[in-house]
């Protein structure tokens, strides 16, 4: 049975930070940020966003009414939860209104968990075929004002229905894991932003990298040259030029080179304008490389990679199904992208950095007037967070 991607989603704010003008705020040379990161724009979430809206946001792009009759779990993979003990998925299930004999569940490890998600899902449908699995990669990527990883914030999720049969891709079940109990990234439950050894994290990432991959092409017979494309888990574009530089064989024929690089290209498009949404970031990769590639067909294999820190991390490959084209969205960056509004950098430290503070009564109300994405968290009563479809 061919198990997979049958439709892919994806949602961000409404805001954005141009990269240049918080480079030239903290008087660092744009070209660090541009150049250096490959990174131009970054997403900027108001605190009526959060895991919860933005899953559902992106949901909401793709599913149908026969979608929601026969989804039956409901799996987010995220580190920016919003409750230490219910799931993100449960206020999903809710919004979307998803029949009720259906599972939800969260699943944390910090970049790498909607990954493991993918893979319970598939054994999920193995088991019982006619069910669809809705796999949600939601995060918001902070590190606080002129901070080291300031620059490689954002906001965003992707999700993605899993059946057989799929429109887009098939999960080829090839997976290769790793795991090293190591301190490259990781936030205690006292801090709301995370403690990073930044140039650490990014040697750690290619070293799971280089070590997972010589392990996952041993395990499977396999060759760079079966695959048409890489898609990397992205904390910053560049550092996935760097992944695909290191995993290229010197020996490696021109045309394989050439289409990776492109393909390369191709599935960083919306990261760059995005940032980092930890969780989601590899499959925002898959989707930019999707939408907006034009050399891709049907049979061809994409390798996928992703890395949580901590640090465990995962290489596995899709093949691409005929028609995957049609079944995603067309001018998205047209459509989405370009209607968003562009901060000055004091709005964005305002918008982005403003936290919640409850009364004694645990109560919040927020100004939310100005919020025009699909579902947002309108107030916390009694301290419960209660979220609103938007009518607007
Ligand atoms: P930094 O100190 O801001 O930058 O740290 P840098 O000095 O390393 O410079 C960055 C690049 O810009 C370098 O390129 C410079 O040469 C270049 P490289 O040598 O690496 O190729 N550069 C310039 N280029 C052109 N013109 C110029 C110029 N100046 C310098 N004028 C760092 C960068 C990524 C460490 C920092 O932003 C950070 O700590 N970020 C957060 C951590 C991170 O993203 N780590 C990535 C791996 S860990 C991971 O992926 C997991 C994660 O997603 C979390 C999770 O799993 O939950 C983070």
């Not at 599972?103 to 999920?124: D, F, P, V, W």
């Not at 057989?164 to 891709?169: F, G, R, T």
């Not at 290209?265 to 898959?286: A, D, E, M, P």
């Not at 990679?305 to 047209?334: D, H, P, Q």
Request: with cysteine; aromatic share 10%.
């Amino acid at each position: 049975m061919n198990i997979g991607i049958d439709k892919i989603g994806f949602a961000m704010p409404n805001y954005y930070l141009d990269i240049k003008d918080l480079a030239e705020n903290r008087g660092i040379e744009p070209d660090k940020f541009t150049k250096g990161l490959m990174q131009l724009e970054m997403s900027v979430a108001p605190r009526t966003q959060d895991i919860v809206t933005l899953g559902a946001a992106a949901a909401l792009e793709i599913l149908d009414d026969e979608d929601k009759q026969l989804i039956d779990m409901i799996i987010v993979g995220s580190e920016t939860g919003i409750d230490q003990s219910k799931a993100a998925s449960v206020f999903i299930h809710s919004l979307l209104a998803i029949q009720p004999f259906a599972r939800s569940i969260e699943i944390k490890q910090a970049c790498y968990g909607a990954t493991a998600g993918l893979e319970m899902a598939r054994n999920h449908i193995k088991n019982r075929p006619n069910s669809r699995v809705l796999v949600i990669a939601s995060d918001i990527a902070k590190y606080g004002v002129k901070s080291g990883g300031e620059s490689t914030q954002g906001a965003g999720s992707v999700a993605m229905l899993i059946k057989k049969d799929p429109k887009i891709a098939i999960l080829n079940n090839d997976n290769v894991y790793q795991t090293r109990d190591l301190m490259d990234f990781w936030r205690p439950n006292y801090s709301i932003y995370p403690y990073v050894d930044g140039k650490f994290s990014t040697q750690l990432y290619l070293d799971c990298l280089t070590t997972t991959w010589n392990q996952y092409l041993k395990t499977n017979n396999k060759d760079i040259e079966d695959f048409k494309a890489i898609c990397f888990h992205l904390p910053f574009p560049k550092l996935g030029l760097k992944g695909l530089n290191s995993i290229l064989p010197e020996d490696v024929n021109n045309d394989t080179k050439e289409t990776l690089n492109k393909n390369f290209n191709n599935s960083i498009i919306y990261s760059q304008k995005v940032g980092n949404i930890y969780t989601g970031s590899l499959f925002l990769s898959l989707l930019s490389l999707i939408e907006q590639s034009n050399t891709l067909k049907a049979g061809d294999n994409i390798a996928l990679y992703s890395y949580g820190s901590g640090a465990v991390c995962e290489i596995f490959s899709l093949t691409l199904v005929k028609g995957f084209k049609e079944n995603v969205k067309e001018n998205r960056l047209e459509k989405d992208f370009s209607t968003r509004t562009r901060l000055s950098v004091a709005e964005y430290e305002d918008i982005f950095f403003k936290t919640i503070e409850v009364d004694n009564d645990g109560n919040a109300i927020f100004e939310t007037n100005n919020d025009k994405m699909p579902f947002k968290l309108e107030k916390i009563e009694n301290h419960k967070r209660i979220y609103v479809k938007n009518n607007k």
